[in-house]
């Protein structure tokens, strides 16, 4: 099974109010200086009404859209968030999983499915967030940019930046996604036959 996860996994709303993305889970949370919290606010006015633009090309947006992630990523390296801390901020959060997620995830756990969670989020906090709700199985696998703790800025930006181009990259044939799949089963094969 292949999945997103903001809005997918997770519920738009509840009791009326929006829910956060991964996202907003880490620029809402306690540990982001009230500063900070202004400063990517500011962003998200500018740089989101050009990301739903219809008048504009993708072709004009991709240096934008770099350009607001760039910005937004120095201003959470300047935060100087740790390891540690993921766990509270999830659990700080009003983030939640859809209704039936049990069911889901261990449905697809006991059939031996395995679940592909492809995610242009924070694979930190989505997975601390399936970790709290007591589902993380081992059939989990999950694709997503991950925060990198003992790196400078610089250097944290670079990774990122080259990595970038699989959540921007229009790809409608899934080759990426199966050519992770198969990567992915060809392990979980391999480690079974080396098994006692």
Not at 147 to 171: G, P, Q, T
Request: net charge negative; with cysteine; hydrophobic share 35%.
């Amino acid at each position: 099974v292949i999945s997103d996860f903001d809005m997918t996994l997770t519920r738009f709303g509840f009791n009326g109010k929006r829910c956060p993305t991964s996202y907003n889970i880490l620029d809402n949370s306690k540990i982001v200086s009230e500063d900070c919290q202004k400063k990517l606010k500011d962003l998200l006015h500018y740089y989101y009404p050009i990301e739903i633009d219809p008048n504009r090309t993708v072709k004009e947006k991709y240096p934008l859209m770099v350009e607001w992630w760039t910005k937004a990523h120095d201003l959470l390296c300047q935060q100087k968030i740790q390891k540690y801390q993921i766990a509270q901020i999830v659990r700080d959060s009003d983030a939640m999983l859809r209704d039936g997620f049990e069911t889901f995830f261990n449905t697809l756990y006991q059939s031996n499915v395995p679940l592909l969670i492809f995610s242009a989020g924070i694979g930190d906090i989505l997975e601390e967030m399936i970790r709290q709700m007591n589902v993380f199985h081992p059939n989990i696998h999950v694709v997503s940019n991950y925060m990198d703790f003992n790196e400078s800025v610089e250097e944290r930006r670079e990774r990122y930046m080259d990595a970038f181009d699989i959540v921007l990259e229009k790809d409608e044939t899934l080759d990426v996604v199966n050519g992770i799949l198969t990567h992915i089963l060809c392990e979980e094969d391999q480690a079974g036959r080396q098994e006692p």
